[in-house]
């Protein structure tokens, strides 16, 4: 009797290739993972401004980005009275995934390859965020929620997780930019612009100096202008 014989479809896609990652940050302003790379500003002048120097600073960073209500913030604020110690480790580690996400999104915005050891460093943390979560209904749609309800120390590096993913897998990771002013601003955002046009961070600091700038060298004395327009030695 023959052996019966199994016909595989010789470009069938591995098992798992039918699942996409998907998921979706809701709420105002900038993303919370864009919104944490910006606590370090000008991070490529000779002074950059670091605004996480201690864990209450994550804790003020929480309470702005709406993270927390207050009971919880009253929470996760006794805890780092009792836990000192583990504080300044979350502040560390907290910063560290920070840094991992400014360098990631901003090789994205240049179209460079992404740093592998900081890529595993954002799904180490998401893995370990979603591992805290369970889904339930709410509203007639599945939601997440923390399987316990005390605050965790580690609720901004784990937030900063979920929403670097979830701007890694949506298209909304195309828009992502670096602010282009030439100090060393390194300001992320995320341009909404229909055309797509959007080059520094705010129109009010960065863009304004930028047409100062750019206003002054249309309008300069042709004395000091080349007869190619450019400025002569």
């Not at 995934?97 to 994205?108: G, T």
Request: with cysteine.
């Amino acid at each position: 009797m023959p052996a019966m014989r199994r016909n595989f479809a010789p470009s069938s896609p591995p098992a798992w290739s039918r699942w996409r990652v998907h998921i979706a940050e809701s709420g105002e302003g900038a993303p919370v993972c864009l919104s944490l790379a910006n606590t370090r500003n000008w991070r490529h002048s000779a002074s950059p401004r670091e605004h996480l120097a201690s864990y209450a600073d994550i804790v003020r960073w929480i309470e702005q980005r709406h993270l927390l209500d207050a009971d919880e913030i009253a929470a996760l604020l006794r805890e780092v009275a009792s836990h000192p110690r583990l504080a300044r480790h979350e502040l560390e580690r907290t910063i560290a995934l920070r840094e991992a996400i400014f360098r990631v999104f901003s090789a994205r915005a240049r179209g460079d390859g992404l740093p592998p050891a900081d890529l595993a460093l954002i799904v180490a943390t998401f893995n370990e965020a979603v591992a805290r979560v369970e889904l339930s209904f709410a509203n007639d749609r599945l939601a997440p929620r923390r399987r316990d309800g005390a605050p965790s120390l580690a609720t901004a590096r784990w937030q900063a997780a979920l929403s670097a993913v979830s701007l890694l897998t949506s298209e909304r990771v195309d828009r992502v930019k670096e602010c282009a002013d030439d100090r060393g601003c390194g300001w992320l955002f995320v341009d909404t612009t229909r055309n797509g046009s959007r080059r520094f961070c705010f129109s009010n600091e960065c863009g304004n100096r930028a047409r100062q700038a750019a206003f002054r060298h249309r309008h300069r004395p042709a004395a000091r202008r080349s007869p190619e327009g450019r400025k002569s030695l």
